[in-house]
């Protein structure tokens, strides 16, 4: 599939036949239809919040925070200062699309307040450019909300040059925004939030963390816990990289069963273990421990002099099979 673009002649957005446009009106009744339209366009209309629809990709991750109440209480108390922009719903006369604005039109529903907008024909190349712009030039995205963008904006087949308009940066910087934004699964981003101090840095460590299918699980695991929600954005990135970052804890190998020692009657008088460490020997409290431990030093010199005579009787046997072969 080719890839979108609107920029050197891209092509557009809607694929489906186009009917052939109409001939634009000329002379006077031209210009003055091309004027009524600019004024339309830059003129603020008051718009029912409930007739607007959502549309572009998701440039938010987190909308309900500290910020986003603060907005609202300054719009309950001041009233809305900077109109939002719009373009009329494609399919649904009457009804419109928020282009940008985002965060002052949930705030702005909320409070059940009208909403005072600009409305303009945009297409869909345009909506995502001007979206992307529009954050951009107020510079309060965080660098995973830009990297999320425009990994959206990929996915969506829009090509690198759109991409790199949309977020005005060059071409590598999208390079590398791109190795992060898809990196992760957008709900996992959600989830974390905008996470306004954490920058390219650590999030291309956690990239890097989860490319190993262990460490992303444990990320992820962790941010369904009921009390990660109350943690803040940062605070939850924190968590997720920890977790991410904890290594699996080292298995033991199973212990060997003890070996039993059983008098003639049967009854269990010492326990041996055989481990990487040597031999254990464990004898119950009977009162042959006692007798043992006094006995230890000779018996253990009779059976050491034992074993020794018996590795020097072996060695004599093997070297005089070799010289005889």
Do not use: C
Request: proline content about 6%; hydrophobic content about 40%.
């Amino acid at each position: 599939m080719a890839r979108k673009g609107i920029l050197m002649g891209g092509p557009s957005a809607r694929t489906e036949t186009q009917p052939t446009p109409r001939r634009a009106p000329q002379g006077a009744v031209g210009a003055l239809q091309s004027s009524l339209t600019k004024l339309q366009e830059s003129a603020v209309q008051d718009i029912d919040p409930a007739l607007i629809d959502d549309a572009g990709l998701e440039d938010r991750l987190t909308l309900q925070d500290a910020d986003q109440d603060a907005l609202q209480e300054s719009l309950a108390t001041y009233g809305q200062q900077v109109p939002v922009l719009l373009r009329p719903h494609a399919t649904k006369p009457g009804r419109f699309e928020i282009v940008y604005g985002r965060r002052r039109l949930r705030a702005l529903k909320a409070l059940n307040i009208t909403v005072k907008a600009m409305v303009r024909q945009l297409d869909d190349h345009a909506l995502v450019l001007a979206q992307g712009q529009e954050n951009t030039a107020r510079k309060d995205l965080s660098f995973i909300e830009k990297a999320s963008f425009a990994a959206q904006m990929q996915a969506a087949d829009f090509d690198r040059q759109t991409i790199a308009a949309a977020l005005s940066m060059d071409l590598p910087m999208v390079s590398r925004m791109l190795k992060v934004g898809t990196a992760f699964d957008l709900p996992f981003l959600r989830v974390i939030g905008a996470a306004p101090s954490i920058g390219r840095d650590r999030w291309m460590a956690l990239a890097a963390l989860f490319e190993d299918p262990a460490a992303k699980s444990r990320a992820i695991t962790v941010t369904r816990r009921p009390d990660f929600t109350g943690l803040n954005s940062d605070a939850r990135f924190e968590e997720a990289f920890r977790r991410a970052e904890m290594k699996a804890p080292a298995t033991k190998p199973d212990r060997p069963a003890p070996q039993a020692i059983a008098a003639p009657d049967g009854t269990v008088i010492a326990q041996l273990r055989k481990g990487t460490k040597g031999l254990t020997l464990t004898i119950p409290a009977t009162g042959f421990d006692d007798w043992l431990a006094a006995q230890a030093e000779t018996l253990l010199n009779e059976l050491h002099d034992r074993w020794t005579s018996d590795r020097s009787e072996g060695n004599a046997t093997s070297t005089e099979a070799r010289d005889q072969t």
